[in-house]
């Protein structure tokens, strides 16, 4: 079975065929991310504007890289939660030009579940695992029971990881995204050159908080600049990556023990991380898991994730019609369309 699926959450407008949820017959994205390091952040409008723009011929390229028209399609996967809206829009209501149109079943997929099927494309991954989801957006602890079965087990109170290294990145001085510029330059610095605190989150013991992380950063730099001094930033994005790194590492391997997963899955952009990816991988051979990491083509956005979960949705069931909207937050755990 063959579905196209349809990308467009963020900056990545981004299309792609993939047979049976796992072969990737296709993978086509384009970015507006250029235009964004201008403003040192995805500018939602923009953004929105180089979809529609793009959308068409992504598609169609997506198509012929694969060799395939319409005709060849069974379903089209798009994504319809979370992510920026208007950005969504654009994807969603090609998406549902294009199953009219065509006569094609229409099937809405949530994003982050799109991010973890990264590792059915990459890997021969099968639920059920616990799987890290590290992303711009959230940052999750979830237990994956079935391809379309979803269980939160910890999240981000405040900022997502991705989030917190863009954000310390940025108060560096390095170039958007920040947390793709932390990876790069961290092997010139001392990662124990700066402590910071410990984030301590009450409650749910597999929660995480990175806003305190961040504001510490931040408090680092104007602190030093206040008082004249250098900062070497290397240090401080070697610092700052090894404390976010330990956070998300930690409760994984909590939640891994307490409920006895030997599959580990990471998924998500920050899932390219270097140093989050050496880290996982001594934490699991330490206690014997199976450690899953996508391919780091398929670590950020791209659409054959999407057509690859839009596979197990469909075998699920769900289809949209044309009323079909997009969402700008939706749980992993419960869909509604
Ligand atoms: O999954 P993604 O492409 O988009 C969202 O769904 O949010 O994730 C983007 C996030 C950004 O915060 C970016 O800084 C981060 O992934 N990221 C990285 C790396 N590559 C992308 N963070 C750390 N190290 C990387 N190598
Ligand atoms: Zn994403």
Known sequence: MKILGIESSCDETAAAVVEDGRNVLSNVIATSLEE??????????IASRRHAEAISTVAEQALKDAGCTMDDIDALAVTYAPGLIGALLVGVNFAKGLSLSTNTPLVPVHHIRGHIASNYISNDANPPFLCLIVSGGHSHIVAVKSYTDFEIIGKTRDDAAGEALDKAGRTMGLEYPG?????RISPQGDENAYQFPKPKVTGSPYDF???GLKTSVINTIHNANQKGEKINIPD???SFQKSVVECLINNLEAVALERKYKNIVIAGGVSANSKLRAEAEKMCKKHGFNLFLPQLKYCGDNAAMIASQGYFEFL???????SLNAYATMPIDSLSF
């Open 236 to 238: 401080l994005a070697a």
């Open 316 to 322: 699920d069931g769900k289809t949209a019609d044309e």
């Open 209 to 211: 908080s990175f806003s």
């Open 179 to 183: 947390g793709v510029s932390i990876d």
């Open 36 to 45: 964004h390091k201008l403003y040192g952040g995805v500018v939602p409008e």
